[in-house]
Structure formats: C-alpha cells, structure tokens
C-alpha cells in the first residue's frame, strides 16, 4: 500500500523550531521531488517547500526562506521540513506529497500521491 506519513507537528511558542518527517512506504521515494504544503480551514494551501529527487534543487516560497530547510534521505525513503522562528501566523496543518520527477520536473504542477498532514500550532 502506497503511504506517506507525516510526523512531528504539535504546539510551540512562537520562536520555536519542528522538524517534520515525511515518510514513505509501498513505493521508493527515490525518483520523487517532494512538495510540503500547508493548509489553514477555508484558506487555499500554500506551497511551503520543494526538493528534487537528488536533493540538489530547492525552492521556497518568500515566507519560509531562511526559516525553513528541506532535506531527505532516501535510503530512509524520509523527507524532512524543518521550521525555525516559527510565527504564529505559521500555524496550519503541514503534509507531503510526491511527484514522479522524470513526467512532471522538479517543480511540478502535479503531484502523485500526498499524505494527511501533522497538524502544527504556534502560540503562546
């Protein structure tokens, strides 16, 4: 069964740092550039970070540039996020998603399969 777990969200003071984990299983994530996105009830998602297969290509969006990294390790089939000086405006539920990198690119407008989310919530 083709799975993507998130993990590592919860409640932090603003200031804080996560560090999400996205895992996959039933499916190598080797040929996969990863997407975190996050959603907020009744807001449209926003594209949080992106990494290609190889983990060379990354790509942030202006909000999370400089506060948050994206890393993976494929022989794990893991992908992280992680988030420093995190604001309360940050607060969302956070999830991954892949996409076959050789049919879509690194930067996809597709992707193949995403997982639930890990919820995060930043207050204090």
């Known amino acids: 069964q083709v799975q993507l777990v998130e993990s590592g969200g919860g409640l932090v003071q603003p200031g804080g740092s996560l560090r999400l984990s996205c895992v996959a299983s039933g499916f190598s994530l080797d040929a996969y550039a990863i997407g975190w996105f996050r959603q907020v009830p009744g807001k449209e998602r926003e594209g949080v970070a992106q990494i290609s297969a190889d983990g060379i290509g990354r790509w942030y969006p202006t909000f999370a540039s400089g506060r948050f990294f994206v890393s993976r390790e494929n022989a794990k089939n893991t992908v992280y996020l992680q988030m420093n000086n995190l604001k309360p405006e940050d607060t969302a539920n956070y999830y991954c998603?892949?996409?076959?990198?050789?049919?879509?690119?690194?930067?996809?407008?597709?992707?193949?399969?995403r997982g639930q989310g890990t919820q995060v919530s930043v207050s204090s």
């Open positions: 998603a892949a996409a076959n990198e050789g049919a879509w690119g690194w930067l996809p407008r597709g992707y193949d399969y």
